[in-house]
Nanobody
Framework: QVQLVESGGGLVQPGGSLRLSCVAS????????MGWYRQAPGKQRELVAT???????NYADSVKGRFLIYRNGAEKAVWLQMNSLSPEDTAGYYC?????????WGQGTQVTVSS
């Protein structure tokens, strides 16, 4: 069973930065695509950023230029560097991995942007 473990969330002031980490239980290059999603209270889960096996990245318009997704195979990890955070970025952030039609989720990490 694939396991994804997120960390790095917390409380940060507007304009601040956080780096989220997602560590997988197996080689991340086994996955067709990995990514980060977020869900704010009362809202649907939405895509934040993805990276596919070839290294091609995709970002939600709302985070382009502020967030960066990158990975390290040796550490079996995918990170989400988040800069210039605003209260609108407050949400639970979830790591996602897809392989052969199956999708796996981490337990999530909370990001709260507030002064």
């Amino acid at each position: 069973q694939v396991q994804l473990v997120e960390s790095g969330g917390g409380l940060v002031q507007p304009g601040g930065s956080l780096r989220l980490s997602c560590v997988a239980s197996e080689n991340i290059f086994n996955f067709n695509i990995m990514g980060w999603y977020r869900q704010a209270p009362g809202k649907q889960r939405e895509l934040v950023a993805t990276i596919n096996v070839g290294g091609v990245t995709n970002y939600a318009d709302s985070v382009k230029g502020r967030f960066l997704i990158y990975r390290n195979g040796a550490e079996k990890a995918v990170w989400l560097q988040m800069n210039s955070l605003s209260p609108e970025d407050t949400a639970g952030y979830y790591c996602d991995a897809q392989i052969l039609g199956r999708e796996y989720w981490g337990q999530g990490t909370q990001v709260t942007v507030s002064s």
